[in-house]
């Protein structure tokens, strides 16, 4: 079993940053693909960018170049950068760590993006 606590989301404004956290619980999360995905409001969960165990990167279209993915496996911890944040990134955004036939989510995280 691996629990993940994410951390970091908040109220924002308009073209301002964020840093999203994500802690797992065990040692072998070097391993996991991660992922952080979101959901607004009325509308499904979607992917928004996701790291391998060897550091290649995926990112949903709407948030290419304004967010980076990075992770810290010696802090069993993924990160996830979000900068000139829009209002349309409001949502609430969760951790996943999956490999093979395991999959876990986080609790999730509210990011407001509002003046």
């Known amino acids: 079993q691996v629990q993940l606590v994410e951390s970091g989301g908040g109220l924002v404004q308009p073209g301002g940053s964020l840093r999203l956290s994500c802690a797992g619980s065990?040692?072998?999360?070097?391993?996991?693909?991660m992922g952080w995905y979101r959901q607004a409001p009325g509308k499904q969960r979607e992917l928004v960018a996701i790291?391998?165990?060897?550091?290649?990167?995926n990112y949903a279209d709407s948030v290419k170049g304004r967010f980076t993915i990075s992770r810290d496996n010696a802090k069993n911890t993924v990160y996830l950068q979000m900068n000139s944040l829009k209002p349309e990134d409001t949502a609430v955004y969760y951790c996943r760590a999956y490999l093979s036939t395991m999959d876990y989510w986080g609790q999730g995280t509210q990011v407001t993006v509002s003046s």
């Open positions: 790291i391998t165990s060897d550091r290649r990167t």
């Open positions: 065990r040692s072998i999360f070097s391993l996991y693909v």
